[in-house]
T-cell receptor, first 111, second 112 residues
Framework: EAGVAQSPRYKIIEKRQSVAFWCNPISGHATLYWYQQILGQGPKLLIQ????????DSQLPKDRFSAERLKGVDSTLKIQPAKLEDSAVYLC?????????FGPGTRLTVL | TQLLEQSPQFLSIQEGENLTVYCNSSSVFSSLQWYRQEPGEGPVLLVTVVTGGEVKKLKRLTFQFGDARKDSSLHITAAQPGDTGLYLC????????????FGKGTHLIIQP
């Protein structure tokens, strides 16, 4: 069974630029999560989808971050414009029952 | 905001030694999970504990959930270099929906 796929794996941009990350969850998993993991810290939930609907986006900085899951499968997370403090690994996870499966993450560096 | 405090933050020991890492919170969680994360990879679930006082064993790893479901510990017996990694505890049922609340993790290095 294929795992959660994310791309790109690495991205370097300058502040004020825009960036987008893509996630393909495990087939059949209805719930999808985006987490932000800053160096030296644990992951922090940004947004949770159930199929194509948002369940929780309370910790998403909505002035610059947006996410969508239009067909209830793949998802994209966008940052516009990026700030230096957005440098982090962005992890996507999908879940079956009570188990979340994480992708390898996208490491974003904002210069 | 519910927080999970993990200790120690860093631990470096020799192969064959035993160790315990802790995860503490002032809040009650419906369940608590332990993950291991290696560089360049996402966290991988090791175990889920649900019942207060529960103890689960996974080979040389023993996980315990506190009676009040606010804290947990991970004990590794006879640590091996392959145990090296970032150990994260995560609580469920604390924030919105079932998104996880993670601690900052314990960086464990097992030296041969």
């Amino acid at each position: 069974e294929a795992g959660v796929a994310q791309s790109p794996r690495y991205k370097i941009i300058e502040k004020r630029q825009s960036v987008a990350f893509w996630c393909n969850p495990i087939s059949g998993h209805a719930t999808l999560y985006w987490y932000q993991q800053i160096l030296g810290q644990g992951p922090k939930l940004l947004i949770q989808f159930q199929n194509n609907g948002v369940v929780d986006d309370s910790q998403l900085p909505k002035d610059r971050f947006s996410a969508e899951r239009l067909k209830g499968v793949d998802s994209t997370l966008k940052i516009q414009p990026a700030k230096l403090e957005d440098s982090a690994v962005y992890l996507c996870a999908s879940s079956h029952r009570d188990t979340q499966y994480f992708g390898p993450g996208t490491r974003l560096t904002v210069l | 905001t519910q927080l999970l405090e993990q200790s120690p933050q860093f631990l470096s020991i020799q192969e064959g030694e035993n160790l315990t890492v802790y995860c503490n919170s002032s809040s009650v969680f419906s369940s608590l999970q332990w993950y291991r994360q290696e560089p360049g990879e996402g966290p991988v679930l090791l175990v889920t504990v649900v019942t207060g006082g529960e103890v689960k064993k996974l080979k040389r790893l023993t996980f315990q959930f506190g009676d009040a479901r606010k804290d947990s510990s991970l004990h590794i017996t006879a640590a091996q270099p392959g145990d090296t990694g970032l150990y994260l505890c995560a609580g469920a049922g604390g924030g919105g929906a079932d998104g996880l609340t993670f601690g900052k993790g314990t960086h464990l290095i097992i030296q041969p």
